[in-house]
């Protein structure tokens, strides 16, 4: 019986070193395994999103037939100089002072609104002293008359043969008496 127990005590000793080399492995596995999946939703999630159409320039053979999608450039704004004009309204008379934002990506169109400043303001002063006061007050007429700055100033740039590539005209302030 002594012979039995040392047999299996030394079968024990040496199902321990085994059992630590397994579990060693099969730890080594599993996160072997959680780090391909980790890797592969990082994958699908976030580095495809930045690959798909659009997101870049560049054109390959597995999207050369789909139309080039241009990145446009941000948004820059420049800031006119405030507009005071009389406006038309039954009654007394009122005044109606502007600053006005203009909007665009490209810098071009910029330096030509500088440029053509005079004129520029020559005919968005006209259109502002035609304005009637009760048009104005609303909201929907406000919105008008940005569309139609907007639309005042590409024409001139147009005109004078520069960039007219205004994207918005904003109101950074807008005050009537």
């Known amino acids: 019986m002594a012979e039995k127990k040392t047999d299996t005590t030394a079968e024990v000793a040496e199902k321990k070193p085994g ?6 492995l099969l730890t080594l596995i599993l996160l072997l395994v959680l780090g391909a999946g980790a890797g592969a939703a990082y994958y699908f999630l976030v580095y495809k999103t930045a690959d798909a159409p659009g997101a870049g320039d560049e054109v390959t053979e597995s999207n050369a037939a789909a139309p ?4 446009r450039a941000p948004l820059i704004y420049h800031d006119l100089e405030p507009f005071t004009a009389n406006i038309t309204s039954p009654g007394p008379v009122r005044f109606l002072r502007v600053k006005l934002s203009i909007a665009t990506h490209d810098q071009a169109v ?3 609104v500088e ?27 406000k919105d008008a008359l940005r569309e139609t700055l907007k639309a005042t100033i590409s024409d001139i740039l147009t005109r004078a043969g520069a960039p007219a590539g205004v994207t918005d005209v904003l109101f950074t302030d807008f005050v009537m008496q």
């Not at 059992?19 to 060693?24: D, M």
């Not at 080039?68 to 990145?71: D, L, R």
């Not at 440029?115 to 009637?132: G, T, V, W």
């Open 115 to 141: 440029k053509h400043m005079p004129m520029i303001r020559n005919d968005l002063l006209s259109l502002l002293s035609s304005q009637e006061f009760a048009s104005m007050n609303t909201p929907e007429g």
């Open 68 to 71: 080039a999608v241009t990145v």
């Open 19 to 24: 059992n630590k080399l397994k579990w060693t």
């Open 110 to 112: 910029i330096d030509a």
